[in-house]
């Protein structure tokens, strides 16, 4: 089942208001979509199948979800404690594509100008079909959030950008960190090291922490 993109931010979240307090398992059966036991090797399933049903059309390519209105989408898994379970992906770093990169043209910039936050429950002990969707938060983050973000941004490129990929850890980063991104941990991506020699390094992206969204969600009224 293919839905057409919103076309307007009124109807994305309409759309978005409209799913809150459906099962996961009733959401796959309405997109005609078979639903596994569990999200083992599946992760990310559920926010493709939110993605689906609200019509986002980006795909894969390094913009916006909802291109034409310039809203990412984030789904959110919350445990028990409605609290998130773990850092948000935001983008993959692209090695070969860091050249003269700035904050304000950069991908993680586009990418959460602008977010629809829609909270799912994540707790392991729930069956994944019975899980339920939550509200839906439009965010646009702050002067002082973006100040933040952008000097993370800046202080994890100069690593990358210098190949000084050693360097990089998770711990960097006061809302932006940066981790390995590969569901193989033998999986290798070429990028240029501190002497400009390519190297095999592994995968890696761009996450926000999951103090930063909790402070997002509960932020909301």
């Not at 409605?82 to 770093?93: A, D, Q, Y």
Request: proline share 6%; charged share 25%; aromatic share 4%.
């Amino acid at each position: 089942m293919t839905i057409a993109p919103p076309g307007s931010e009124a109807e994305l979240m309409a759309r978005a208001q409209a799913l809150a307090g459906l099962r996961i398992g009733d959401l796959a059966r309405n997109l005609e979509r078979r639903l596994p036991g569990d999200l083992r090797g599946h992760k990310g399933l559920v926010g493709e199948l939110i993605e689906l049903a609200l019509g986002a059309s980006a795909g894969s390519r390094p913009v916006p979800d909802f291109e034409h209105l310039g809203i990412e989408l984030k789904s959110v898994p919350l445990g028990r404690d409605l609290r998130p379970r773990e850092s948000t992906h935001v983008c993959t770093v692209a090695a070969d594509d860091l050249a003269g990169q700035r904050w304000a043209s950069s991908t993680v910039r586009r990418k959460l100008a602008r977010v629809l936050w829609v909270a799912v429950e994540g707790a392991r002990d729930i069956p994944l079909a019975a899980r339920r969707i939550g509200a839906a938060v439009l965010w646009s983050p702050s002067a002082a959030d973006e100040a933040v973000l952008r000097a993370d941004w800046e202080e994890h490129m100069e690593l990358i950008a210098t190949g000084r990929y050693a360097e990089l850890d998770g711990r960097l980063g006061t809302y932006l960190q940066v981790r390995p991104k590969a569901a193989n941990r033998r999986a290798r991506m070429t990028a240029s090291d501190s002497s400009g020699v390519s190297v095999p390094t592994l995968p890696r992206g761009f996450y926000l922490r999951a103090t930063f969204t909790a402070r997002i969600l509960a932020a909301q009224p």
